[in-house]
T-cell receptor
Framework: NAGVTQTPKFQVLKTGQSMTLQCAQD?????MYWYRQDPGMGLRLIYY???????DKGEVPNGYNVSRLNKREFSLRLESAAPSQTSVYFCASRTDRVGQPQHFGDGTRLSIL | GEDVEQSLFLSVREGDSSVINCTYTDSSSTYLYWYKQEPGAGLQLLTYIFSNMDMKQDQRLTVLLNKKDKHLSLRIADTQTGDSAIYFCAEGGKLIFGQGTELSVKP
């Protein structure tokens, strides 16, 4: 089982460049999430999608946009990258059944110079 | 808003028990989770506990929940060097994460 797949695994950008991070899951989950992980700050929710066609802001949405392309795919876009967006980005998905945990991808390590 | 707090570091000797603590604020959380993150990898679910339970044991892992104090702990018995990782507690459906506790196991 592939689970949650994120691409790319690593990326270096210059300030002002744009970039889309891709995420796909093969578990037929309704809900999908994007987090960023920074040292000493745990994971912070950027955006989430409770179902195909819906998206909602999380704790730190500024500077990001998302698209829930279909049930499988949930992409995160940086329109004009800034050094403060240097981070590790994780995508996760979960079923709607109460108490079920999220399943995470391996992350995208993004550096913005 | 909702918040989850953990201490940042814990260092133990191989063979000792490790106890990682977590406090949370959302008393309506139905489930609380422990995730493990090894270097360079994503988060893996380690264990979870339903809010109407006080304790859950799974091999070397024991989870204790004190709902009154909103305190959750993860005990790892006979800690091994392979247990070295960052451990996150999380609560709620959207998963509010703590900052993560980096466990270092010395031989």
């Amino acid at each position: 089982n592939a689970g949650v797949t994120q691409t790319p695994k690593f990326q270096v950008l210059k300030t002002g460049q744009s970039m889309t991070l891709q995420c796909a899951q093969d578990m037929n989950h309704n809900s999908m999430y994007w987090y960023r992980q920074d040292p000493g700050m745990g994971l912070r929710l950027i955006y989430y999608s409770a179902s195909e066609g819906t998206t909602d802001k999380g704790e730190v949405p500024n500077g990001y946009n998302v698209s829930r392309l279909n049930k499988r795919e949930f992409s995160l876009r940086l329109e004009s990258a800034a050094p403060s967006q240097t981070s590790v980005y994780f995508c996760a998905s979960r079923t709607d059944r109460v108490g079920q945990p999220q399943h995470f991808g391996d992350g995208t390590r993004l550096s913005i110079l | 808003g909702e918040d989850v707090e953990q201490s940042l570091f814990l260092s133990v000797r191989e063979g000792d028990s490790s106890v990682i603590n977590c406090t949370y604020t959302d008393s309506s959380s139905t489930y609380l989770y422990w995730y493990k993150q090894e270097p360079g990898a994503g988060l893996q679910l380690l264990t979870y506990i339903f809010s109407n339970m006080d304790m859950k044991q799974d091999q070397r892992l024991t989870v204790l929940l004190n709902k009154k104090d909103k305190h959750l702990s993860l005990r790892i018995a006979d800690t091994q060097t392979g247990d070295s990782a960052i451990y996150f507690c999380a609560e709620g459906g959207k998963l509010i994460f703590g900052q993560g506790t980096e466990l270092s196991v010395k031989p």
